[in-house]
């Protein structure tokens, strides 16, 4: 089935789908040893041979993980000042996760990243309405009257924001701490309707994002979306399309290392009828070799003449006799 070059370099890992354009536009990428410019150039990943930067695109597993993002982190790959970025915390993912929207510098809290560009499509679509939760300090003590402002929506210059969900949660002095809920993405909103309503941010911190939490981790730590989370995902946003066991989700090497050990009082190899390791027999000899076998009853297959020695004898006994050998007396 032919798709789009960029959503097959995008679900690759090598980039994002816009950055994917790019390397596209460029004339990076090559589709069966020719050099693809157009942007609506198609490709089918499992018959055609492509290429970037002269490197063969191999699929890589989908990864989807959610990261509390510690504050003064940029919520990029990479960053010309030097600053930290979040890819500095999520290198033990094993894959090329990328950020599911952005959080500012200065906010904390949760933030979704994943290698699936079309998932990451899919939540920051404008018509989604993927509802994002955050809880904020502001300067200044806000009443309903205020509250109902942000409820309704607030003004700013690039048009009236959407209605927003608030709950004032409680007042500390000369500041109030509250609750948000928006469904819609733009760049520093919160901040904007503080600075356009008299009420300047002062901390924000990310509850939720399309349901999911943070719940349990610690600033800089991530974990692995549950099936239950993705699924839950799917009912109501459309993406991912199709959602496998958490262990599937991880790439091969760690997959590996969560595989279950065998079962206990499973058949061994190669051990028998009962399992156990043959020992080495007395049976006689053919051809120069000797077979392995049961051990006989009867010593005397072995070239001895009498019977076997009976318990409490002491002594060793001599070869090709019954009685045993006779001390030497000292002088």
Same mark, same amino acid.
């Given at each position: 089935?032919? !798709? ?33 410019? !157009? ?5 089918? &990943? ?34 010309? *000042? ?74 700013? *210059? ?25 469904? !819609? ?33 610690? &600033? ?15 009912? !109501? ?7 496998? &066991? ?69 002594? &060793? ?15």
């Amino acid at each position: 089935m032919e !798709e789009r070059l960029q959503k097959i370099i995008a679900r690759s890992g090598v980039s994002s789908r816009r950055a994917a354009e790019e390397l596209v536009t460029a004339g990076r990428v090559r589709v069966n040893g020719r050099v693809v410019t !157009e942007l609506g150039a198609k490709a089918d &990943p499992r018959r055609d041979k492509i290429e970037v930067d002269g490197k063969r695109l191999t699929a890589e597993s989908p990864v989807y993980l959610v990261l509390h993002k510690p504050r003064n982190v940029v919520s990029t790959l990479h960053d010309p *000042e030097g600053r930290p970025t979040v890819a500095d915390h999520v290198r033990s993912a094993g894959a090329r996760v990328y950020p599911v929207g952005r959080l500012d510098f200065a906010t904390s809290g949760v933030l979704l990243m994943t290698n699936d560009g079309e998932f990451s499509n899919g939540l920051l679509h404008p018509r989604g309405g993927v509802p994002k939760t955050y809880v904020l300090k502001v300067r200044g003590v806000m009443d309903e009257g205020d509250a109902d402002v942000w409820r309704t929506g607030v003004e700013l *210059e690039d048009g009236k924001t959407l209605p927003a969900d608030v709950r004032i949660l409680r007042h500390e002095g000369d500041k109030t701490w509250l609750e948000i809920t928006l469904r !819609e993405g733009r760049n520093q909103q919160i901040r904007r309707m503080g600075e356009a309503t008299g009420f300047p941010v002062m901390r924000l911190a990310r509850l939720s994002f399309a349901g999911v939490t943070s719940e349990g981790l610690l &600033p800089g730590k991530w974990r692995l979306l549950t099936v239950d989370e993705l699924l839950a995902i799917r009912k !109501e946003f459309g993406v991912p399309k199709r959602v496998r &066991p958490a262990v599937d989700q991880m790439p091969a090497q760690r997959a590996k290392q969560q595989r279950p050990r065998a079962h206990v009082g499973a058949a061994p190899r190669d051990r028998g009828e009962r399992g156990e390791r043959p020992r080495a027999g007395y049976a006689s000899r053919e051809g120069g070799r000797e077979e392995r076998g049961a051990r006989p009853a009867d010593r005397r297959e072995r070239g001895t003449s009498g019977p076997p020695r009976e318990r409490g004898t002491s002594g &060793p006994r001599e070869r090709g006799t019954s009685r045993p050998r006779e001390r030497k007396r000292p002088t």
